[in-house]
Nanobody, 122 residues
Framework: QVQLVESGGGLVQAGGSLNLSCAAS????????MGWFRQAPGKEREFIGRITWSGGSTYYADFMKDRFTISRDNAKNTVYLQMNSLKPEDTAVYYCAAAAPLGAVPGSWGYWGQGTQVTVSS
């Protein structure tokens, strides 16, 4: 079993930054993909980006990669989402998730955290 716990959300003014954390525990996730998603009120959950525990290679949704950066600290079993130049439209609940590999890409995102609220005021 895998437990994922997000933290670091909160209220920030437009143009500000936040660094979200996702602490993983439970089974070994060495070969897993770790992803970040968000869901705004009334909208579908959308993919932000992902990283591999081993190697740290990243992949981002096109509209995210200029302002958001994903990193990981293997020693702390923690994945981060650094968000800069935040906009009111970035307001959402942010989730991290874990997926076993399916070849060179993630399989289904089978493990999810509870989410952390990010609110960006104008």
């Amino acid at each position: 079993q895998v437990q994922l716990v997000e933290s670091g959300g909160g209220l920030v003014q437009a143009g500000g930054s936040l660094n979200l954390s996702c602490a993983a525990s439970g089974r070994t996730l060495t070969n897993y993909f770790m992803g970040w998603f968000r869901q705004a009120p009334g909208k579908e959950r959308e993919f932000i980006g992902r990283i591999t525990w081993s190697g740290g290679s990243t992949y981002y949704a096109d509209f995210m990669k200029d302002r958001f950066t994903i990193s990981r600290d293997n020693a702390k079993n923690t994945v981060y989402l650094q968000m800069n130049s935040l906009k009111p439209e970035d307001t959402a609940v942010y989730y991290c998730a874990a997926a076993a590999p399916l070849g060179a890409v993630p399989g289904s995102w089978g493990y999810w955290g509870q989410g952390t609220q990010v609110t960006v005021s104008s």
